[in-house]
Structures are given as C-alpha cells and as structure tokens.
C-alpha cells in the first residue's frame, strides 16, 4: 500500500494578509522619510529666520553689524574679531580692502558667529576661531561654523555682491546691483580659500559646496520668498561646472537632479529686509 503525506501550505488568504502588512511598512517607511525631509527643511527656514532675528537684535544694541562691528569685545570667543564698519559682512576680512588698515584681526563672516554667540543671541557649539585675513581654516559644520539640522552642513556670514563665475545660470546682474548681507547654508569649503564665499562656491574647482538638492532649496525658497533662485530674500546657486541646482536658460530650480546635495542657500539678514 502506498503512503500519501499531507503538504501543508499558506492558503490564499494568509498571502493575502502578508502582502497587505508588507506594503503597510513600506508605506510607513516611505512615509516616515517624507515626514523626517519635511521636519529638516523646516528646521533650515527656523534656523535661518533665528539668525535674522539675531542679526537685527545685535544691531538695535550696538548700531552695527556682527562681524562688521568696530569694537574689539575683551574676551570669550569673540576676542580678536574687529569689523572695518562699512556695513557689510564680509567672509573675509581683506574682501573689502585692507585689513591691516582698519585692525581686523580675522575674518567678519566668523566673526559675526563669534559676536553673536558672545552677547547670547545664538546659542552654538564650541567653535575653532576663524583666521586672520583669509579663510586659512577649512570650513566644516560643527568645528568652524555652527550646525544645521541638515546632517553635514553650517552657516556662515557673508556680504553677497559682484558677479559671480559664469555659468549654471548665476551670472545674473541681479548679484552686481542689489549687495545683501546672508546667511548661507553650505557643506563647507577646503583649507587656504580666499575671496567671498560666492566666489567659492560659484567657482569651476569647487572650493565650497552646496547643501540641498535643487527641489529642497525650491521647497525653503516657496515657503520664506518667491521660489527663484536669483532674486528675493532668499535666493541659491551652484557651482559652475554643473547645472545641478540651476536651470541656466531659465533660472530657475533644476528639479531634474533629485540627488545631488549641489545648491548653497542664502537667507537675507539686513536690517531693512
């Protein structure tokens, strides 16, 4: 006589019910990051509005601008840090003409951090001090300039004006005439960089890098300003030799590049703005 053994297996049913609780946790992952992605860039627009706010409540106190301010404070972290007083931040201290003339001991873009973080208008980690006349230290979130929720990336002070290299659509006469002093999202620079930091992060050799994607960037600029990357409050840009963040012919967002982290972003800190 021959023996049959019963194989048992899932019914119908039980597949079903698998596949319904698979796709609810790939809905609740893909969910999750979406969430996640909305809080960081939420995070950015605060993180920049703060420092706005900063910047206007050290100008009410001191007539001046952090950074740009004239009077050496005697000491904690701002110590050493001496602005010329033209009203401009400026990234560094010889942008705007002799630093030895006007007694700048280090840059203004650190310095306003410094400034800021000494009279208890931002609150921020312990950061390495800036350099003398040039950017002689490697920009990096965390050592050099403070944090944003946006894993690898800081801020930094700078006056934005002239024209930038060309290319990738940010050659616009917009940045010649309407000068702005910003706060910019950035992933840093490399050690021994001179100029502004638009320059640095507009040039073909890349010594700065951008923060977000093109279609973050468009997401912060819809909500705080006009959602074009040249005008406004706030406004972004990319290095030369690619046209990840902007659309050259347009200029506006390039929303085809959906990973490339190649779009600094500025946010406009001018008492009048």
Known sequence: MKTYSKKSAFSLIELSIVLIIIGLLIAGITGGASLIKSATLRAVMTEARNYNTAVNSFYVAYNAYPGDYTVNFASGVATGYIGDGDGRIEFNSANGGTATATGQGKAEGFGAVAMLAYTKMITTETLTAGSATSVDAAGAAGTTIPQSKVRGTGWIFDYLIGTPSAGAGINNTSWVTEGQNAVILTSGWTAGSSGSILSLLTSATSFAKGALTAEDAKSVDLKLD???????????????????????????????VVKTTDCALTYAIDVTS
């Open 226 to 256: 006009d959602g074009l990357p040249l005008s406004g409050k706030v406004r972004s840009f990319g290095k030369t030799s690619t046209a990840d963040c902007i659309v050259s012919a347009s200029s506006t967002y390039n929303e085809t």
